[in-house]
């Protein structure tokens, strides 16, 4: 039964021997750096390089649920773009606009 499997996965349309496997799985290097720079502070993130992760991945998340054949690695990778860049976005916000100004001014000096 494993065999049949593993045979079935390794012929799928969108498997292992063909660019629809390995395109989004190198992809996940982008969304693994961008969950890495959680810890970098807020003041250090870049508004354009946060909106266009979190806009690609919502795009091409709607187009890999209209592709055939279907693709769920490539819809993984994509929500996931779209979590972290929208997370950055969200935390970068909150520090720019909804952080105490006392906060500020001492990291001013």
Known sequence: MAGSKLQAFWNHPAGPKTIHF????FKWAISIANAADFSKPPEQLSYPHQS???CS??????????IIPK?????GVN?????TGL???TRKIRHDY?????A???EEI
């Open 57 to 66: 991945g919502l795009i091409w998340t709607r187009y890999s649920t209209v």
């Open 98 to 102: 909804f952080s105490e100004p006392a």
């Open 104 to 106: 500020k001014e001492a």
């Open 79 to 83: 929500l996931t773009m779209a979590g």
């Open 71 to 75: 693709n769920w690695n490539l819809v």
């Open 87 to 89: 997370y950055q976005l």
């Open 52 to 54: 266009v992760v979190a």
């Open 22 to 25: 390995w395109a989004p799985t």
